[in-house]
């Protein structure tokens, strides 16, 4: 028998499900009657449960017969065995369970949250997280995704609290002192998207769409934060119903903010719950980047109203179907509700996170194997999430955006109520575009990794090549098998050919090792992934590469972030020199589009990680080369006319400039505009002044920063004087900051992602290392797992081999596993960057040497 997938020989139908949670005693007790269909004799069921204690099992069928069962725990597989005097007849039965639980603090399950009143007394309120398998926490179930049924919930509350599940309440009455709150029967489906949240509460006023009230909920006093998430929460369900060609599957469709909140937000049918910095915002002092995340969270949950909840993967390792299409589909609405966002744009710089993981020998397919449930919870990164959705944009454009959502409606169609497979959406579009969909798109799901596309010129022909990208030659010692260099992709390729005044494109699908394109003459210039759709990289070799620097203001700019990011991690995987690529990025010293300056940007912090200590100030020399005369032409001052993205930038460059550049005048004029009034400056520059006056800052403004974090007024103010007290160089305040990731402080939701941010970082990254080793323990048993993973990712920026050797040594000790391919991922990306340093490290000292000799190393 699996130890993880559940027998088949008992199928649950319906729930009807009765909780009582006890915000003094921090516990819950329950009852359950669960609706079976008993295929084949048998005196033993199995179902999911862990951490609960249940207290009496009964079963009876409609003729009568009751049997009284005995409940053993096996916690080491979260599974409880419910054992029966003499057989259970096949068909109809009853299963009542009464059981009790503990409101956990580990932000999973039926857990607690905190937060402080405008008293400045502690609160508290009960919400679930159930995705992936944490729903067995809360009741006994079938807590797997193919088993979906109806749940009927009753909460027993105090009379003073509020109650929000799934579905409308039906009816209300007072019972014992408690108030019993009754809801509607959910549709059919799982058991992760449950939800119940209890405390006090205060709502919007309802928005109508249909049938269907939308209304966004929060704890006491932060409703005025809620009509930005509210808009786009109206908006992206009519454009989801109108695109999906069927109305909202649930009753009615609530968001909810909650303190503490492990991941960003969970898509549970009709209650929809969010960590607060994703849904609460004050649109008129929130940066874009904040307004954008907002949108983006909130569209992508609605997403999953119909991908996910309505049609559900049948098991975990077809999870790439509920979060790269919610992925997709939440760029598409809020696309269309601001476009003047350019979201397709700026989608490039999530891509380009999903290409480097995938650029490991340690990467996987975005389908893949899942048993346990450690492995599914690992399955939730950006492979799953942004190499997904690249594919599926990659897709739609090949096949086009009509024929595209005709699929995805017929999908629906066959499978609302039920659970589907990869080959089941493949013959929905298959149908819809009249050709079989598996020969262009398994190779991209199935298979791990992605091409490198290489162009060349050969006479009058542009030659392309393809050869799987992988950052190191070799697979890091005793880690996973190397990758196949000979693996080939179907790859849809859109070339723009430019000669003469005219362009022309040329669209192949590239599948052999080599393809040849005629030329026509000229002095040609060629772009590889016109539109930037396609997930692969390109390689410009010979004067190819000179021919369209020289263009560059012909070039979208998601083709000059293309052109920059595949640069770099070209040079990354030594297939061009580092020097040659700084030469390169000179090239961009007009650019003025924020995402380019993005993978610019995010070069030059690889950079600083592998540097010599005594070579960062020359790299930071480098960098106010670069950046400087973009921010002179843009200044501190919105322009009229800027559009969002400049706004954007203005921001970006000017962190830049002051952190990473270390220009001493710039920080002076940081220093400046803060004192001056922090309302009359750009919310799009507010959070870069904080993080530069930080990196120069001292102990008084620590201190200050530390008030401003514990006084903060939104959730996103919070957030940026959190992350600007990880962002200080003195070793005594990092200290501190640290201290503060366990002792309380910190919310355990945000301190995992503090610790990270120091791993990153040249200036605390030793104290952050030793910290954790130190307190591995104690982090262990505090932070929710999924952030616990998250947070050690940053053992990627511990860029030095005697580093390296520690990390190593350590992960080996403590037997240390985040489930999936996860560690051997984040010791690869590791082992790249050292092999960088050691392979670059002499070239990139001299030719910063020859460049500090040219130019001043401070202003």
Sequence with gaps: MDPYRLPRHAVPSRYDLSLEPDLTTLTFRGEETITLAVAEPTDEIVLNAVELAISEATIENDRGEALRGSASMDEATERCRLGFPSPLAPGAWRLRLSFTGVLNDKLRGFYRSSYKDAAGAVRLLAATQFEATDARRAFPCWDEPAFKAVFAVTLAIDPALTAVSNTRIVGERFEGGKKLVRFADTITMSTYPLAFVVGELEATEPVMVGDTPVRVWCVPGKRRLAAFGHEIAVASLRFFEEYY?????????????????????????????????????????????ELERVADVVAHENAHMWFGDLVTMSWWNGIWLNEAFATFLEMLAVDAWKPEWRRWTTFGVSRAAALSVDGLHATRPVEFPVRAPRDADAMFDVLTYEKGASVLRMLEQYLGPEVFREGV??????????????????????????????????????????????????????????????????????????????????????????AGGRASTERRLLSEAETRIPLPAGDDAVVVNEGGHGFYRVRYEGELLERLLRRLPELAPIERFNLVNDAWAVAAAGLMGLTEYLELTARFRDERDRNVWSALLGSFHALNRIVEAADRPRLAALVR??????????????????????????????????TLGDDSTLQGEASRLYARSADAVDPNVLPALIAVLAHAGDGARYEEFLTRFRSASTPQEEQRYLYALAGFRSRELLGQTLARTIDGAIRTQDAPFVVRALLMSVDGRELAWEFVKANWDTMDRQYPKHSLRRMAEGVTGLATPALERDVHAFFTERKIDFGGKTREQYLEQLHAAVSLREREGAALAKYLARFASQVPVRR
């Design 245 to 289: 060609g069927r109305p909202y599957p649930g009753d009615k469709l609530d968001l909810l903010a909650i303190p503490d909140f492990a991941a960003g937000a969970m898509e549970n049918l009709g209650a929809i719950t969010f960590r607060e910095t994703a849904l609460l915002v004050d649109a008129a002092a929130a940066s874009h980047t």
């Design 409 to 498: 409606r017929e999908y629906l169609r066959r499978h609302a109520y039920a659970n589907a497979d990869t080959g089941d959406l493949w013959q929905a579009l298959g149908r819809a575009a009249r050709q079989p969909i598996p020969e262009v798109m398994d190779g991209w799901i199935f298979t791990p990794g992605y091409p490198l596309v290489s162009a060349r010129l050969e006479g009058r022909a542009l030659v392309l090549s393809q050869r799987r990208f992988t950052y190191l030659p070799e697979p890091p010692p005793g880690a996973t098998a190397p990758a196949a260099p000979d693996q080939r992709w179907r790859v849809p390729v859109q070339v723009r050919i430019s």
């Design 625 to 658: 080369d670069r950046a400087t005369p973009a921010f002179a032409a843009l200044g501190w001052s919105v322009r009229p006319g800027e559009d969002e993205l400049t706004r954007q930038l203005r921001g970006d460059l000017a962190r830049a400039l002051g």
